[in-house]
């Protein structure tokens, strides 16, 4: 039987998957504090984004895609309702359901987010070449694929 450090010699080097967390908890602060800036938080932010592709989706739907539970993005939409960038309606086809759209001011906000996110792209992979940078996005494509967050979800929705 194989050891657990004989394995890790073979692949990885040790602490390969700790450097990742630390990488994209940097990151996620980093990115926190780029949103703070427009006054939002990272899970507005992710909200925000799934709105501007896919307008009219459910509560419940938004929640599935960014991996939260219906009851929990409540105060979310709440706030994003609030602030002017979501408008929430019943839904035509079932009475009981809300459908989201963004509001004027949640595109507006959807562009100013757009040109954070590049910016922290450029500045998160900027010690990287063109093809590192090809490279390392291929790689953790094929990580998140066999994760269990979905593709809008982060784990902080969890929370």
Do not use: W
Not at 21 to 43: H, K, M, N, S, Y
Not at 65 to 90: C, H, M, N, W, Y
Not at 93 to 108: C, F, K, Q, S, W
Not at 114 to 130: I, W, Y
């Amino acid at each position: 039987m194989t050891s657990t450090p004989q394995r890790a010699r073979r692949g990885a080097p040790p602490r390969t998957a700790f450097l990742l967390a630390q990488i994209g908890a940097d990151a996620a602060d980093r990115f926190a504090e780029r949103v703070a800036a427009l006054g939002l938080t990272p899970r507005e932010a992710g909200a925000i984004r799934v709105l501007g592709r896919r307008q009219g989706l459910s509560q419940r739907e938004l929640a599935e895609q960014l991996g939260t539970v219906p009851s929990r993005l409540v105060a979310l939409v709440d706030e994003l309702e609030a602030k002017g960038f979501v408008v929430r309606e019943r839904s035509e086809g079932d009475r009981r359901n809300n459908v989201l759209t963004l509001a004027p001011d949640g595109e507006r906000m959807l562009a100013r987010l757009r040109e954070v996110a590049e910016a922290h792209q450029g500045d998160v992979l900027s010690p990287l070449d063109d093809e590192e940078q090809v490279a390392l996005a291929a790689l953790l494509a094929k990580l998140a694929a066999a994760s269990t967050v979905p593709p809008d979800g982060h784990p902080g929705f969890r929370r």
